[in-house]
């Protein structure tokens, strides 16, 4: 497995996690486009945020193999990232439309 790999998966998970999020509330859901640009870029600002705590993918193979708990660690921070990402959007799209009136 490669960083750039890991990389993308982790961008994937963000995706699956705004678009999961989307689902369940479907109050906050953008559409899949909106959804899945919300997951990508979720995803990315925490996994950079957090990427000092370990979760970066250099981490993840720094020992020459895959170190499974950190790689579930980032998957799941990923989707949360992107959980948030559309509730952060929408929280932003309210303030921003309530302005114009």
Same mark, same amino acid.
Request: proline content about 0%; charged content about 10%.
């Given at each position: 497995m490669t960083h750039t790999l890991i990389s993308l998966l982790s961008i994937l998970m963000g995706i699956i996690g705004a678009n999961g999020?989307? &689902? /369940? $509330? *479907? *109050? &906050? #859901? $953008? +559409? @899949? =486009? +909106?959804? =899945?640009i919300a997951g990508v870029f979720g995803s990315i600002l925490l996994i950079k945020t957090f990427g000092? /705590?370990? @979760?970066d993918p250099k981490f993840i193979l720094q020992t020459g193999t895959v170190d499974? @708990? @950190?790689?579930? #660690?980032n998957f799941l921070v990923a989707v949360l990232g992107g959980a948030i990402a559309l509730l952060v959007i929408f929280k932003l799209k309210n303030i921003l439309n309530r302005k114009k009136k």
């Open positions: 999020a989307g &689902y /369940f $509330f *479907k *109050k &906050y #859901s $953008f +559409g @899949l =486009t +909106g959804n =899945t000092r /705590f370990g @979760l499974y @708990l @950190l790689l579930i #660690s």
